[in-house]
């Protein structure tokens, strides 16, 4: 693997699957692939279980891991070639990645969206300076439209409590009193289709998530009717793609209550966290033991091991 920022990134996801499964059994069994080498983790927004996590992953490989909170510690770095740098940005992300590969060995990089240009946001304008002036492999830890570590760790937890072949799986809306971005719901659509479910989304009108990323996927706005017999209800707030970055906290309606989880399929609840209690989910929901958020958390560490390594090995 040579940059880790989409799931068309992986060649082959089954064996990316059995070696994050095979890592979680054995995580220090391939020491000798990271031994003096370096990560370096550059974070444009917060984090918890990506920044940990990570740094386990690249820990139990044997690597040094270098940890920048870019927005607070470093300089503000401007991203269009040919600015004129006379205001706020000191530094040009030519020399900030030409620097940074010259320290590090692997670049993990979160950026988050703006929300408030959609064409931008799209493009992946600052994931993308970097993998252009970087001399090393680029991994995404979130950029503006997708979350490929958190999707690739939502696959091995499904794959690990899935009870059929071909599970349904859905992917509901819920409310948030924030605009969120697209990024988690995109990368699970994107990862879902490359892996064996029946997977159905479920959203309130004028919050369809980008026509190019949902082609083939049913799409209702009826939430009881997508829920019925599912084994996997997995929730998140997005803000509206075609009214780019609008949001409905008071919608509500949509958040995922044990009432509505009755109509499942015993199904597990899942969410990518942080979770706002009572508001995206009710305390009896995500207190269950259907409730799977930990399991997943828990499988960021393994998932990012497998990618880590298979750069390492230039494998998968
Ligand atoms: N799910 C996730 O990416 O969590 P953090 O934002 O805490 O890293």
Redesign the pocket.
């Known amino acids: 693997m040579k940059k880790f920022t989409t799931v068309n990134d992986v060649n082959n996801l089954n064996n990316l699957l059995k070696l994050a499964l095979e890592l979680k059994q054995t995580p220090f069994a391939y020491k000798q692939y990271g031994e003096n080498k370096t990560i370096g983790l550059l974070f444009f927004n ?6 940990l996590s990570t740094q386990k992953a690249a820990e139990n490989l044997g690597m040094n891991v270098m940890i920048m909170n870019v927005s607070q510690d470093g300089w503000t770095i401007e991203m269009e070639d040919g600015a004129v740098m006379n205001q706020g940005s000191q530094e040009h992300i030519k020399e900030a990645a030409g620097v940074i590969s010259q320290y590090c060995d692997i670049i993990g990089v979160r950026t988050f969206a703006s929300l408030k240009d959609k064409s931008e946001d799209y493009q992946e304008k600052i994931l993308n300076k970097f993998i252009q002036y970087a001399t090393v492999p680029i991994v995404s830890l ?1 950029s503006a439209t997708l ?1 490929p570590l ?1 999707s690739f760790a939502d696959v091995i937890t499904i794959k690990e409590h899935k009870t059929t072949k071909t599970p349904k799986v859905v992917l509901s809306w819920a409310p948030h009193p924030r605009a969120l971005p697209q990024a ?1 719901p995109n990368s699970f659509v994107e990862w879902m289709k490359r892996y064996d479910v029946e997977l159905i989304i479920t959203n309130p009108e004028g919050f369809n998530l980008s026509a190019e990323i949902t082609q083939g996927v049913t799409i209702t706005h009826n939430q009881d009717e997508a829920f019925k017999n599912a084994d996997f209800i997995y929730a998140k707030n997005w803000s509206s793609y075609d009214n780019y970055g609008e949001t409905a906290p008071d919608l509500l309606n949509w958040t995922i209550t044990q009432e509505k989880m009755s109509l499942t399929k015993n199904g597990k609840f899942m969410h ?3 979770v706002r209690r009572n508001v995206v989910v009710t305390d009896d929901v995500i207190d269950s033991e259907n409730s799977i958020v930990l399991q997943q ?1 828990n499988n ?1 560490t393994f998932a990012a091991q497998a990618v880590l390594l298979s750069i390492l090995k230039n494998e998968n």
């Open positions: 917060p984090s918890l279980r990506t920044r979130e979350h958190q988690v990518c966290l942080p958390a960021r």
